[in-house]
């Protein structure tokens, strides 16, 4: 069992940078995939980004490739998002993901643990 937290979460303008944090407890943390996913006011859940457990593979969304950085250091227990260059279309809900070994890095439905969720707004 993992649980996830995120933070870091909140109100910026839009040009601005966040740091989302998020912190993992349970066994093995450095033997599961971490990803991000964010969710729109009437949209669905989407991927944003994803680290395998080594943190030698590195993905990201066409939307937020440039812009945003994952890492993880995995003596904390814990892999951030890095968004810089924010947009207001970058609003959303942002949920921390895990897996030992996801079907898909992209799909929601291949990750079994999910963080409660940390808001982001951009203004513009």
């Known amino acids: 069992q993992v649980q996830l937290v995120e933070s870091g979460g909140g109100l910026v303008q839009a040009g601005g940078s966040l740091r989302l944090s998020c912190a993992a407890s349970g066994r093995s943390f450095s033997s599961y995939t971490m990803g991000w996913f964010r969710q729109a006011p009437g949209k669905e859940r989407e991927f944003v980004a994803v680290t395998s457990w080594t943190g030698g593979s590195k993905y990201y969304a066409n939307s937020v490739k440039g812009r945003f950085t994952i890492s993880r250091v995995s003596v904390k227990n814990t892999v951030y998002l890095q968004m810089n260059s924010l947009k207001p279309e970058d609003t959303a809900v942002y949920y921390c993901?895990?897996?030992?070994?996801?079907?898909?890095?992209?799909?929601?439905?291949?990750?079994?643990?999910w963080g409660q969720g940390t808001q982001v707004t951009v203004a513009s």
């Open positions: 993901a895990a897996d030992v070994s996801p079907s898909s890095y992209t799909e929601t439905n291949a990750y079994r643990y």
